[in-house]
């Protein structure tokens, strides 16, 4: 069974970036397709990007174009979701995703406020 572990969130005041990493145990993590999600405070969970296997291709929802790079180190097995200009929007519990294997992360919270 696949394990996915969420870091990097935590208390941040706007602005500026915060990156966000998700380490996967699979062993053949080149070949899964992974994706980030949030859920913010009331709300169900939403997808923010997805970031494909073999090329790295990524696909962003439409709120995250602007402020939100996902990325991945197939080497390291690693997915990562970089926040620019952090809004107190923002606030929410993110989660990592193997789309592949339909695996989920534990999330982590973001806390945005000054």
């Known amino acids: 069974q696949v394990q996915l572990v969420e870091s990097g969130g935590g208390l941040v005041q706007p602005g500026g970036s915060l990156s966000l990493s998700c380490a996967s145990s699979?062993?053949?993590?080149?070949?899964?397709?992974m994706g980030w999600y949030r859920q913010l405070p009331g709300k169900q969970r939403d997808c923010v990007a997805k970031?494909?296997?073999?090329?790295?291709?990524?696909r962003d929802e439409d709120f995250a174009k602007d402020r939100f790079i996902t990325s991945r180190d197939d080497a390291k097995k690693m997915t990562y979701l970089q926040i620019n200009n952090r809004k107190p929007e923002d606030t929410g519990v993110y989660y990592c995703r193997d789309l592949t294997k339909r695996v989920w992360g534990q999330g982590t919270q973001v806390t945005v406020s000054s």
């Open positions: 699979a062993t053949d993590f080149s070949s899964y397709s």
């Open positions: 970031i494909y296997n073999k090329d790295g291709h990524t």
